[in-house]
């Protein structure tokens, strides 16, 4: 079927010409296909008109009425027409699935009722009204589209649809489509009704004067062809004519649209005449009918009022909007004049919106979109209101100084603030306060909001602070809500040390939390602290090295650092300084095995002192030498002999006989000492003990250390060693006098040893001369060859650039004067044209985009450059990466969080095994500390090499790759885990499923996996269905326990299905458990007891009754039957509220288990086809009710449908009348009644047949889902165009378990030997250990290497999974992906080339800028997905295969996209006879789709966020469990350390009590402990440096916490707080080493063994 106008015109001049050369028959045979033609055109007529109602697309004309049999569309057309009483719920087989699949069924019927149902409620006439079996059984189907006809002229009036749009003659059939019609008209037996005729039939059937009613119609018509306005509204005014809503003031725009509405309809029916002459004419066939007229005078009413709210919004006049929008005329509900500055913002934000998405073109907003903004406005106010009173009410509780008020302010929904904290009441309180001081006023919502996101943010970090957690602290620091400024997460540790102690100080205080003020001054000192620090080392550092260099002057100015804080520096000093230095460092040296030995502060410090002390010493030395000097002046041998005998002088050999010689000799040396140079100068030279010289000024006082550059020696002194040699010369004279003779040969002995001595010391210096001026030769001579090369090189450069200069400068010159010549032409052009050309640019723009947007959206067949236009749109901006950065992260935080609710789970039931760990690691821990020293050992030998799955090898990398593609097949191909479900045994395969299931689909977290899981239940439980000997009949499932089924329940009965259950059942139960006069008990024999006992207690008198009875027995009284009579009653009555509430609430059971309800109602009726429908719904119901919902009523405190405190449980009563409603509705779903021994109870029987029939409906209701794929929207390509690349979080024991379970079962599972797991399987070999996965050695001993392999088998990794067969390297294998990857490449290939078909584009080669532009638009799209792959760490990234096609040249691409269409064509996807426009149609299409899919991330993103906000709830119940046993632990711990106080007591001498605690405390060099095994590294640290780093551990008040100080050069580095339990709880989860202070490496095995030896073992 195709457009043409005129076809009709056509055929009845074709008619008219040969009439004359017809015969009858053959005229007959005309008029039945214009009969047929006229038929079809009605057909399209009402489908058109069905389309715009419920915006759906319908069948093809031809197909039309077989297409509304089901009643389906005509049931959505009633809902368009009457949505209160045809809700889409109630319409059956919405999806036309069943309708599809098996044809029509008996509840279609229910369709057509409904749409029946719709037109008696807007009140279409009986007259019009079709049959039944006219529709369904295709009876009468031209008398259903008379009705459509009837129903759109009737509505047409009410003003509540459009017009039919008649389209004869418009629309053109094919001769075998006209004359198929004649035929199915001719099998109808039945005259065309006349279409003509439905305005007259309308105006017939209202109940007033027919002959009034048609005058006054002719009169209108009349009147409008007259052209008089005024006549015509006097026309429309009489009220014979039944005309409301007629507006005064639009004369004009009524006699125009009526005039325009019945020309069209005059010129149609003059076309519609084929035979003038004969044919049977209507007068309203060229006449408005009243339904016409009225439908639209409302049309101009609607329109001109829309007009009027459009201008006033321009004006901002409120008063006419509220005015246009109470008007009659549109309609609007919830109109509320307070509201108008909500509607005025919400229609403008509506009016820009309608306005940018149609190039800023002027728009009118239509009625339902002004009805949608007037609801939305309405909630914003309300919104508004609610949160002004919150505002009151919190600044009241700040005026009333009621802290507790203030919180419940706070935290009232309504004033839409941040979370707040019932534990930081008194921090709210205190700020608030504050903050209400300074301002002296009110505050706003705003202040109040940034206060609470600020305030809420410091309780969190007061709360991390309590935990004594370093790493939650800082995280709660380095919020963004905290504003702490820096932050250093190295300091980490520290903060935690300061923020604690400080809020310990202020525990006394009202308000014991820190308030941000306080942590920021924390975080301050601390960083200061630290910086001083760094600097101190920096300092010191810089000493040693300034030491190397030997320039004292560098070295005191490196000592005079203020960082250094050396204390008695002096200037005078500095070569001594640097003597000393560096004598101790060489002195150090000698020590160790390195040459690069440090000093410590300490030392350069010891250093200085020694030198002010040596300085001393030579002054007090150099004055005895001059006070000697001054008695030889004097000639004064007693005062010579007391200057001799100062201490620091240190004359020895002196005898006081020899004065008189002593004077004497010395006064020779002295006059022999002057005769040989200058003397007054004053300058002397001792050496002091250790050799140094020292040089003194007997003038001036001063000293030196070395001697300064000009001095003259004083020859008019003697220097200590002079005056000693004379001493000693006098004394040894004396002394020879009496030896001489007796020694005279050792004597001469003496001597020459002494000339030998003299000769050798000669060639010595003589030798070391010539090597010490061997390099200042060298370096002469290498000097004065640089020079002459430097002037060479100088002169070249001064030539070149004297001859370049100016030619330089005339080409610039020239160049820049033809530049600026052109410019200023071109410029002056643009200039004096500049209004004319951006008028034309603006227009042509406008116009063309604007008609480029209406053939995209509009067009079947949008030409490629309009396509082009929009291209640009399938790309993913940074937005959509952000927004899939963000839904990434939070669907891995939702398994994180599952994953930690399932592990705290675990913990509470094994928290007596981590109690243990404080018995047990005394008895162990020896041996792990001897095979940790082998493990050290087998590491040091193969440290270098890379092992495991994350290993950096080509190995490693490929054995997990391999595992990626692994368990990508076995997501995406649910047979392989489906079979193998059933070759596992049965005992084991609760473990598999909850190990590797849930992991390998990350528990259903996000729509993928959650799609591939329910794909997974489906093949299994078709296979369990399948196989005949677990099936042999329906019953099984009930009697049975099928393995699928407890999978299917498991699943969902996570944290989304058990909101469902909640929601569902909550209030129920809660008013079950509430009413205290509620006790159903319908076991005769109990009532029959509590009744014997009652009448005892009251009376206090025996009854005489027998206490043990039978049933029988007891139902003889008539006390017994009234109680069971009455608990029947409300037995019934609390039932059928459970009934109506499970029956109305289909909607809130999971989607996965409705869809399984589905799949297994389908597997049955194919496994027992002869089964009843009922028998196939009972096992619907037993999965539903019984697996699902029973348990919940019947534990509700076990499935967290209600909260129940530890302290009160649910009483006997209560489980008992929630067990009977549960029983009950277990009877109406399997429909089993009393009888037998509860025939007593055969009352209820009826009531239970009643609502089992419900439960069939609401099973047959529930199994109407859609597919997965629909639902999800997901199909197999989905993977191929995604961004983010799937990811799992599996632990090693799990991968290696499922590895050798598809090694054990591959022939069971994959039969077939080309199956692509064979592959995949022979890729990875043999089943490795936990050890070669982690890269990890293990010890020789066998049960050590057992419980590490165990310890290590926990350790979780994370796999992103992709796709080892994704892309066919022939392009042939899968159409629909190549398919896609040619859309893709066609894509890039249209942005850059233009063309007006993609056959020419194709043809033509691409120039030189196209190709740049392409290579751009890659370049641009890999900084964009590096940017997200940053962001999103790894996780978000484009397929390879997909991006790798793009990167190709535009002529390269262009080749591939041919052969591609090629193949595609041999399909019959596209064709090359219309230019491959079925390509360019799919591309225009995804354009449309995109925003749809946007839509759908966004509503992803909020269903994801309140899963992980439940999820974290159900954790935070489990911490607080948790902490009672870590409680219990802490005292354990308090316990031991008593234990170990109690032994360090023990003694002859013990403490007195009064005295101050004594914490012990060990100190080890790194090397130490490096040499123990116990530090393994230190950051970048060398090993032969670990002497410079010292540790001291020590205990601290804290029980089981030990202060670890760590000290670098002297000076503290860090200091941390180790927790002995941390350590314990490391080792029992296998952890082998762990850092410290960030940087240093520890054994924890080595070191939990250290702590016991030191501080908690007896022999310590």
Partial sequence: ????????????????????????????????????????????????????????????????????????????????????????????????????????????????????????????????????????????????????????????????????????????????????????????????????????????????????????????????????????????????????????????????????????????????????????????????????????????????????????????????????????????????????????QRLDELKDIKQNNNSNEVVTLEKEEIQQAVNKANLDADKEYQKARAVELINEAIDSCDAEQLLKALQNPAAQLPPVFDYACALYFEEFHNMRDEKQSELDYDEISAAVRVLSAVAKINE?????????????????????????????????????????????????????????????????????????????????????????????????????????????????????????????????????????????????????????????????????????DTSDADKLLESMAVPELAIHSVIADCKGMYLEKLQEALEAKKSQGESGSGWMMNRLKDGSKFYYNNNTKEYKWSRPDGVVKDHGQLNKEEIQRVVSDVTAAHDRELLFQANENLIVKIQANYRGYQARKAYKERLDFMKRQLPLIIKIQSKWKMVLQKNKYRERLEYMKDNEKAAVKLQAQVRGWKARKEYQGRKKFFCDHLAVIIKLQSYFRANKARHDYVTLMNNANPPLPVVQRFVHLLDFSDVDYAEEIELQKIRQKVVSEIKSTKQLEDDLDQMDIKIGLLIKNRVTLQDVVTHGKKLSKHREDGQNMPKGLKGLSKACHDRLEAYQHLFYLLQTNPLYLAKLIFEMPQNKMTKFMEAVIYSLFNYGANQREEFLLLKLFHKALEEEIDRLSKVDKMSDFVTGNPLVVKMIVGFNRNQRGQNSLREMLNPLIIEVIEDKNLRINTNPVEVYKAWVNQTETSTGVTSGLPYDVTTEQALKHEEVKAVLAESITRLTEVTDKFLNAIFTSLDKIPYGMRYMAKVLKAALEKKFPEAAEKDVLKIVGNLLYYRYINSAIVAPDAFDIINVEADKQL?????????????????????????????????????????????????????????????????????????????????????????????????????????????????????????????????????????????????EISLTLSNKFEVPEDDQADVQQLLVRTKRMVVDVIACQTGDNLLQILDSPASEEQEELHQSLVKKRDDRDHRAKIDSEGGLMRQQSMSGDTRMPLSMMKTKVKKNLQNLELHEVVTRKNGYQDLVNMIAQDIRNQRNYRNSRKHELMRVRETVRSLQEKRMFYESQIDYYNRYVQKCIENLQQKGNNRKSRGIFRRDASQKAHFESLKYSAAKLHEKGIILEIGTLPTNQFKNMQFEIKETADPGVFEVQAKLLGMEVKKIDLVFQDLLQLQYEGVAVIELFNDAKVNVNLLIFLLNKKFYSAGK
């Fill in 1 to 344: 079927m195709d457009s043409n106008n005129g076809t009709a015109g056509k055929r009845t001049s074709r008619a008219g010409d040969g009439r004359a050369h017809m015969t009858a028959d053959e005229m007959d045979e005309q008029r039945k296909q214009n009969v047929a033609y006229e038929y079809l055109c009605h057909l399209e007529e009402a489908k058109v008109w069905i389309q715009a109602c419920i915006n759906e697309e319908l069948p093809p004309t031809t197909e039309l009425e077989e297409g509304l049999r089901n009643g389906v569309y005509l049931a959505q057309l009633g809902h368009f027409l009457a949505p209160q009483v045809v809700p889409l719920k109630k319409i059956y087989d919405k999806d036309q699935s069943r309708y599809q699949s098996r044809g029509l069924h008996f509840r279609h019927t229910d369709n057509i009722n409904h749409w029946f149902v719709a037109m008696e409620k807007v009140g279409l006439p009986q007259i019009f009204y079709p049959e039944t079996t006219d529709v369904y059984d295709r009876k009468n189907m031209p008398r259903v589209i008379y009705c459509l006809h009837a129903l759109s002229l009737y509505c047409f009036k009410l003003g509540i649809a459009p017009q039919i749009e008649d389209l004869y003659g418009k629309v053109q059939f094919t001769e075998e489509e006209i004359s198929a019609m004649k035929q199915e008209l001719e099998k109808y037996g039945i005259q065309m009704p006349a279409f003509s005729k439905i305005g007259g039939i309308l105006a017939n059937e209202m109940t007033v004067d027919d002959a009034a009613l048609h005058a006054a119609i002719i009169a209108i018509n009349e009147a409008i062809d007259k052209e008089d306005p005024e006549e015509t509204m006097k026309a429309l005014r009489n009220p014979s004519a039944m005309l409301v809503n007629m507006a005064e003031d639009l004369p004009d725009n009524y006699q125009t649209t009526l005039y325009e509405a019945k020309m069209t309809k005059s010129e149609i029916s003059r076309n519609k005449s084929m035979d003038p002459e004969n044919a049977e004419h209507d007068v309203y066939d060229e006449l408005l009918t009243q339904a016409e007229i009225q439908g639209n005078i409302n049309k101009v009413n609607t329109t001109v009022s829309l007009d009027r709210l459009m201008d006033a919004l321009l004006k901002g006049d409120r008063a006419l909007i509220l005015q246009t929008l109470n008007s009659p005329s549109l309609a609007i509900r919830g109109v509320q004049n307070e509201n108008v500055d909500h509607y005025v």
């Fill in 464 to 632: 991390a602070i309590d935990v004594r957690d370093p790493e939650r602290t800082l995280k709660a620091l380095t919020s963004p809500e905290a504003c702490i400024p820096n932050l250093d997460e190295t300091n980490a540790d520290r903060y935690q040390t300061q923020l604690r102690e400080s809020k310990q100080a202020k525990s006394e205080s009202p308000c014991d939390l820190l308030t941000h003020f306080e942590i920021c001054t924390c975080i301050n000192v601390v960083n200061d602290q630290v910086i001083e620090e760094h600097q101190r080392i920096e300092a010191i550092q810089q000493i040693n090295n300034t030491i190397e260099k030997g320039e004292p002057g560098l070295t005191l100015k490196a000592l005079q650092v203020p960082e250094a804080k050396l204390q008695a520096v002096v200037d005078t000093q500095a070569y001594r300084y640097q003597v000393l230095l560096v004598r101790e460092k060489n002195k150090k040296s000698e020590g160790h095995t390195d040459e690069e030995a440090e000093l410590w502060l300490e030392e350069i410090q010891t250093a200085i002192d020694n030198a002010n002390k040596d300085a001393q010493f030579g002054l007090k030395l150099s004055e005895g030498v001059e006070s000697t000097n001054a008695a030889l």
């Fill in 1211 to 1355: 009483s006997n009563d209560q489980r008992r009348n929630l067990g009977s409603v549960a029983k009950i509705l277990q009877f109406a779903a399997s429909n089993k009644g009393f009888g037998g021994d509860s025939s007593y109870l055969a009352a209820m029987n009826d009531y239970i047949r009643q609502s089992h029939e419900k439960f069939k409906k609401y099973c047959v209701e529930a199994c109407e889902v859609p597919e997965p794929e629909d639902f999800f929207h997901i199909d197999q390509y989905s993977d191929i165009v995604t961004i983010a690349k799937p990811s799992i979080y599996i632990s090693v024991q799990e991968i290696i378990d499922t590895h050798q379970l598809l090694l054990h079962h591959e022939d069971q599972i994959a039969p077939d030997p080309q199956d692509p797991i064979h592959e995949l399987l022979e890729d990875l070999r043999e089943v490795p250990s936990v050890d070669e996965l982690l890269g990890t050695d293990l010890p020789e001993d066998e049960e050590m290497r057992k419980m590490l392999q165990t310890q290590l088998g926990k350790t």
